[in-house]
């Protein structure tokens, strides 16, 4: 096989182009084919939707095969993820630009004869809200509102096609900043541009490059892609790995043009094995087409990727922690400096950024600085993707210009709070995060704003509550999940933690003292201020962001053992009211424990002592007789 040249790539791309441009002729299906869409069911709807093409003698073409009979042929794709997660399995269907939510395999044959040979909308496929049909997907609210920079090909493309990749743009970048950029002139390129990095911290990319750059004496240098997402309720990292992992490997292969180093290595957590599957694909299809190697189209530069599994453990998301587990050892924070930039992947310079810092690059060096300092604020330029999760109409990935605020993100595109109940509080970044609340609605979300609020971005989890969540238990569940996910390397995180937990447990069952409550406030502070790493510094953040805002809660809660929420079990029960109780006896028949008993026909009555708290009883009785105190 030849070496890829620079004018071989070009060619390439031209010959792409126009594959693309052609293919567009005929019918594009792209079936969601992410995770989420997966464990819905996406897979036998792309099974379905070929084997019904295949029995009407449509020819069904893989990749931008060219083909002649525009009417008697088509294009079936399984692509990344669509975001719209809440409505999956997804079909969406060019040029028509028609969505289809919620689509079972057996709706494949309607969708082939009505759709794809009839040209009809089928609306009962179609996505509704407040009564009203949206065929095409760029009308559905919750597209319309986004700006898709990053996530644009995610949904869009064949997610493991490097041809396709190449047609629309890929790879270009890379080759610009290869042959008609310094080092040094691509670092200013991405420092000008405003890009922070997405992982949560925030720093300056073109920064922290140019400080691995400089390092001109030191011929080994590392690029590391940060893909170990572990917060709970975030997958934006997962999305854009499994939609569009090119755009991922090319901002790693820039950042090495940029800095010198040869090598790079990709960690991504063990839980994500399409991630993984899709990132080795398109490493292995970029390696056999010559831009990944020894001597890329003929530059001289090498360039190699790797991948490395994480096992799971959320410390390994911070920086020292995850070079370490990548050289074999334990994953545990190191105090600082030196910083990994000077003394990274076995002691030698490393960039070390998150997956969708590196996935802007392409798009800031093919359109300028100037063109991503346009979007968004000031001080946190471009987007940002966010996991919308929790009680809102419509979860999934969204991406919204930096500024943006938290009403137009849950309201506008997420659709509102579920069953029209009361907004009450968004946790922002995870357990690393705050909780925000209606006071925060209009605030523009961006870096320095969530700090001053009392959050942080995080990787950009975004979890809904509405009027029935205990914050109280909400601070337990983070706490709970930081206590099993600390390294145990210093004492504040290990310890502290866990005593703040214990406090935690102590009110939820009824048992606070008004003591606990500034000794929460005091010890979540001193963890924060005297802890090693990030995870230790930011875990207090849920206690002490709802102390400040729901300080009446844990009041209640302490003072007179009651959960307004109705979600902590030893401070709630269940009575019956005898003037509404019927006798019909469900209740009792249905109790697991037998607490409630009677007679027939005669008001029945719940034994406290032996209820569980269940909530089966509620469930069940159809008088309205059963409520919780």
């Not at 630009?97 to 044959?109: A, L, N, Q, S, W």
């Not at 890009?195 to 925030?202: A, E, F, K």
């Not at 206690?543 to 307004?564: I, K, P, Q």
Request: glycine residues 12%; hydrophobic residues 35%.
């Amino acid at each position: 096989m030849s070496k890829l040249t620079r004018e071989g790539f070009r060619a390439m791309h031209e010959q792409a182009a126009e594959a693309l441009e052609r293919s567009r002729s005929s019918l594009n299906v792209l079936i969601c084919a992410g995770t989420g869409c997966i464990a819905s069911g996406s897979m036998k709807v792309y099974e379905n939707l070929r084997e019904e093409c295949a029995q009407r003698g449509l020819q069904v073409y893989v990749g931008l095969t060219h083909h002649g009979d525009a009417e008697k042929s088509l294009h079936i794709k399984m692509s990344g993820c669509h975001g719209f997660c809440e409505m999956g399995p997804l079909v969406h269907i060019e040029p028509l630009g028609v969505m289809y939510v919620r689509v079972k395999p057996e709706d494949c044959r309607e969708i082939v004869e009505r759709t794809l040979l009839g040209g009809e909308v089928i609306e009962r496929l179609t996505y509704h809200q407040d009564g009203v049909s949206y065929p095409r997907q760029e009308d559905i609210p919750f597209y319309k509102k986004q700006h898709r920079v990053v996530l644009a090909s995610c949904g869009a493309s064949d997610a493991e096609n490097l041809e396709e990749y190449i047609a629309k743009g890929g790879y270009i970048a890379f080759e610009k900043a290869l042959f008609t950029m310094t080092g040094e002139e691509i670092c200013r390129e991405i420092a000008n541009s405003g890009l922070r990095g997405r992982g949560g911290g925030g720093f300056p990319a073109g920064h922290k490059w140019e400080s691995v750059r400089r390092h001109i004496e030191e011929p080994v240098k590392y690029i590391v892609c940060n893909g170990d997402e572990g917060d709970p309720g975030a997958f934006m990292d997962r999305s854009i790995m499994e939609g569009n992992p090119h755009s991922v490997l090319e901002g790693m292969m820039i950042a090495g043009a940029a800095t010198g180093a040869t090598e790079g290595y990709i960690y991504v957590r063990a839980e994500y094995p399409l991630a993984v599957k899709r990132l080795q694909v398109a490493i292995d299809k970029a390696a056999a087409a010559g831009l990944l190697g020894d001597d890329i189209l003929g530059s001289g530069f090498s360039f190699h990727i790797h991948i490395n599994r994480g096992a799971g453990a959320f410390v390994c998301g911070e920086g020292s922690a995850l070079t370490a587990s990548i050289e074999g050892k334990r994953g545990m924070p190191r105090v600082k400096p030196p910083r990994t930039v000077d003394h990274g992947l076995w002691g030698k310079p490393t960039v070390l950024n998150n997956v969708e810092t590196f996935a802007n690059v392409p798009n800031i060096i093919n359109k300028g600085a100037a063109w991503y300092r346009s979007i968004g604020t000031e001080g946190s330029a471009g987007t940002k993707t966010f996991a919308l999760t929790g009680n809102v109409v419509n979860t999934g990935l969204v991406e919204v210009p930096m500024g943006a605020t938290l009403r137009e993100i849950i309201y506008d595109i997420g659709g509102g709070i579920k069953n029209d109940k009361e907004f009450k509080a968004v946790q922002m970044g995870g357990p690393s995060g705050g909780c925000l609340t209606e006071k925060h609605l209009d605030t523009p979300i961006d870096y320095d704003n969530l700090l001053a609020s009392g959050s942080m971005m995080g990787s950009g989890g975004m979890i809904v509550m509405d009027e029935d969540d205990c914050m109280v238990s909400v601070a337990k569940f983070y706490l709970e999940f930081t206590v099993d996910e600390s390294c145990g390397k210093c004492t504040p995180c290990r310890i502290g933690n866990k005593r703040l937990l214990e406090i935690l447990d102590r009110i939820t069952r009824g048992l606070g003292r008004d003591e606990d409550l500034d000794e929460l406030q005091n010890l979540a502070r001193v963890i924060r201020d005297s802890s090693l790493c990030a995870l230790g510094q930011t875990a207090p953040n849920p206690v002490l962001s709802t102390l400040e805002n729901f300080w009446d809660e844990y009041v209640a809660h302490v003072r007179d053992h009651h959960c307004t929420a109705h979600r902590c079990r030893d401070l709630m029960s269940f009575v019956i009211d005898p003037k509404v109780c019927k006798g019909c006896s469900l209740c009792a028949r249905m109790c697991p424990p037998g607490a409630i008993s009677g007679i027939p026909k005669q008001p029945y009555a719940i034994d406290q002592a032996r209820c569980i708290k269940c909530g089966t009883c509620l469930e069940k009785c159809k008088f309205g007789a059963i409520s919780i105190r």
